[in-house]
């Protein structure tokens, strides 16, 4: 992310997962959010036929909006001149942008939605998924090393 960041030419930068699609007009609505604001998020929207998959997604978003943490679900863009860069680790570098960031300034939460797959949801078990990433999560709080959480998420 951070080498696509330097070698990107303009003046707002977006960081999209492959299996993830920004909602119409997302350019204008990136652009218009930055000149308020440093950096921000959309909320997410999971795709798939597991009933939960949209309690989870409005979870994530609700979950952002109290804590100004995104992830990289969520479509997280930034002002070129405030972008202080994705810390250099094996996982969960989102979140510590996020907390970079919120120095900077709270994140505009956008309400239009990126859509994502929800295949690797559905796949591993969306409840076993929920309480893996917030496993992870607060491991990660606690100081596990990051290379350590990515080894478990990829079990």
């Not at 597991?50 to 990289?72: C, D, E, F, Q, Y």
């Not at 078990?125 to 350590?148: F, H, K, N, Q, S």
Request: aromatic share 10%; with cysteine; net charge positive.
């Amino acid at each position: 992310m951070n080498a696509g960041a330097l070698a990107a030419g303009g003046e707002a930068l977006l960081f999209l997962h492959a299996d993830s699609y920004l909602p119409a007009r997302a350019d204008d609505l990136v652009l218009q959010a930055l000149r308020t604001r440093a950096w921000g998020r959309f909320d997410v929207a999971i795709e798939g036929r597991h009933p939960l998959l949209k309690v989870v997604a409005w979870a994530m978003n609700t979950r952002s909006r109290l804590t100004g943490i995104a992830t990289g679900d969520q479509a997280i863009f930034v002002r070129r001149d405030a972008f202080t860069g994705f810390p250099e680790i094996a996982l969960m570098e989102d979140i510590g942008f996020s907390r970079r960031m919120k120095r900077v300034g709270a994140p505009a939460c956008l309400r239009a939605r990126v859509r994502t797959s929800g295949r690797r949801w559905e796949s591993r078990g969306v409840v076993r998924t929920i309480a893996l990433m917030w496993r992870l999560r607060l491991a990660y709080y606690l100081g596990e090393r990051p290379d350590e959480l990515a080894r478990r998420y990829e079990k």
